[in-house]
């Protein structure tokens, strides 16, 4: 007899400095791992397992991550209930935003989404050390105005092979990025953080390992006089082997949103 399966999509947000990305790892904290804890608390005897939509990395944070929920042979209560017992035990620096019922047909990985990253910085002094959970500061005095012309460089269907950690031959170089921009950062803002910040917004369908920040990388690299607009053009060409090499700290790093179609 086929068991029955019951299918649910959470929203979460967490932040990610203290943790060790999203992926369960012996030894270390995770937001999986975290997340798998609490739910082994409040099922109970239940049988579930997750999936989720992004695996960020190490001090990555997300406004607005998701993941999949299983559960065997009998569905949740009340939804309602279960997700204010779910946050009630979450530890503080990850909460439940919303959770839905879906179905067999949905699938976390292969449905059709959108993710944006933002990646907050600044630059030219140190900051504030409450500022360091979400914003990476660059001591160097950056060109900023040239990198916000570089980061359009992005933009559109390209070869990322020099923006991507560890490749295997199986792994799909050729993204297509529908937004990339540096902006003046008024998205996320606090008492502690610099007068003056900026954040770089990405939006595309699916990144590669440390494409992003790798990116981030580039511009700032970049914005140091260390590359050029067309050192970054030449990057994005299949023939060019010149890997970037700079990845920027993964603490600026949010996974603002996941918007499934």
Not at 204 to 231: H, T
Request: aromatic share 12%; glycine share 6%.
């Amino acid at each position: 007899m086929q068991k029955q399966r019951y299918y649910y999509l959470l929203e979460i947000q967490f932040l990610g400095y203290r943790l060790h990305g999203w992926q369960r790892q012996p030894g270390f904290k995770t937001v999986e791992g975290l997340v798998k804890k609490t739910l082994r608390f409040v099922l109970g005897e239940k049988r579930f397992k997750i999936l989720g939509a992004s695996r960020t990395d190490a001090m990555v944070s997300a406004h607005r991550a998701a993941f999949e929920l299983f559960i065997d042979h009998e569905p949740l209560e009340n939804m309602a209930d279960f997700l204010l017992e779910f946050n009630q035990n979450l530890p503080p620096d990850i909460r439940a935003l919303s959770i839905k019922e879906v179905d067999a047909k949905f699938n976390i990985i292969q449905h059709p989404k959108q993710k944006e990253y933002i990646y907050l910085f600044a630059f030219g002094k140190k900051s504030h050390p409450f500022a360091a959970p979400l914003m990476a500061t660059f001591l160097d005095d950056l060109d900023v105005d040239l990198m916000m012309e570089g980061a359009k460089l992005f933009e559109g269907e390209h070869s990322f092979h020099n923006y991507c950690t560890k490749p295997t031959e199986s792994t799909v170089l050729i993204r297509e990025l529908s937004h990339c921009e540096i902006q003046l950062n008024t998205e996320i803002t606090a008492s502690f953080f610099p007068e003056k910040s900026f954040v770089l917004r990405v939006q595309g369908a699916g990144f590669l390992r440390n494409q992003i920040r790798l990116i981030m990388g580039a511009l700032v690299m970049l914005g140091r006089g260390e590359l050029s607009l067309e050192d970054i053009r030449k990057s994005l060409d299949p023939e060019v082997k010149e890997p970037i090499t700079y990845i920027a700290p993964g603490s600026g790093l949010i996974l603002n949103k996941v918007d499934f179609f």
